[in-house]
């Protein structure tokens, strides 16, 4: 059974930073496209960052300069450090991974971030 299993995020205060990370099951890790997601309330979910099994890495342009995804392929995991947030960052982050056939989903994990 596949799983992605998110941890880290919570509440944190403008300009602050946080670490997510995902575990992947190993099956699928070494092969997927990971990618970072988020849904703010009454928005639709949106990319924030993905890193190919090659590591190369994709941003929206609003995270740029301050997120920065990354890959450890010996441990299965992502991670997206996030730093000088901002209000506007206070989503649910989803962990992605694609494969040629079939796209998989963790949970979710909140961020917010408020003063």
């Known amino acids: 059974q596949v799983q992605l299993v998110e941890s880290g995020g919570g509440l944190v205060q403008p300009g602050g930073s946080l670490r997510l990370s995902c575990t992947a099951s190993?099956?699928?890790?070494?092969?997927?496209?990971m990618a970072w997601y988020r849904q703010a309330p009454g928005k639709q979910r949106e990319l924030v960052a993905s890193?190919?099994?090659?590591?190369?890495?994709n941003y929206r342009d609003s995270v740029k300069a301050r997120f920065t995804i990354s890959r450890d392929n010996a441990k299965s995991m992502v991670s997206l450090q996030m730093n000088s947030l901002k209000p506007e960052d206070t989503a649910v982050y989803f962990c992605?991974?694609?494969?040629?056939?079939?796209?998989?989903w963790g949970q979710g994990i909140q961020v917010t971030v408020s003063s």
């Open positions: 190993r099956s699928i890790f070494r092969i997927a496209s």
């Open positions: 992605n991974a694609a494969l040629a056939t079939y796209t998989y």
């Open positions: 890193i190919s099994t090659a590591g190369s890495t």
